[in-house]
């Protein structure tokens, strides 16, 4: 049973079939994140891709100064890490009481190491929810 609140427009999964997401159901993490807990210090680098559950998370500044964004309920982030590890980083910091899924980045790569196919449409996914990530700030009003 995939235990991922799955929304066709930013999940990692969405061109992988159920007995391929059920490799990655054993090495998936959930943690439970009270709000106004920090997730992830702008001085850590990521090793996971994050699936939000439920509730939502806000992007800040290095200094924390500035929110920059909101992740919501099955979206993801950090996945701009795992295709370019040298990118700036946020704070990253619940904004609700929030629920995550963890995809560790070992385990993607193990994963496509073992099928050209899946590696193409897990990048695939992943290049998804960039552009739509880029199209949103593109298109934001203050």
Known sequence: ?????RRQDNDLF???NEAQIRIFDNGMISEVHSAGTVILESTQAPTEILVL???ELGLYSNDRKQKIGCIFE???VFELFYVMPQANIFTLIAEKDSVIMKVPFVDINRFCSMDMEVFVRIHAA??????LKNISLTHRRN
Not at 126 to 131: E, F, R, T
């Open 1 to 5: 049973m995939n235990l991922f609140v």
């Open 14 to 16: 969405k061109y992988l």
């Open 53 to 55: 559950q439920s509730g």
């Open 74 to 76: 099955g979206e993801m």
């Open 126 to 131: 992943i290049n998804d929810s960039l552009c």
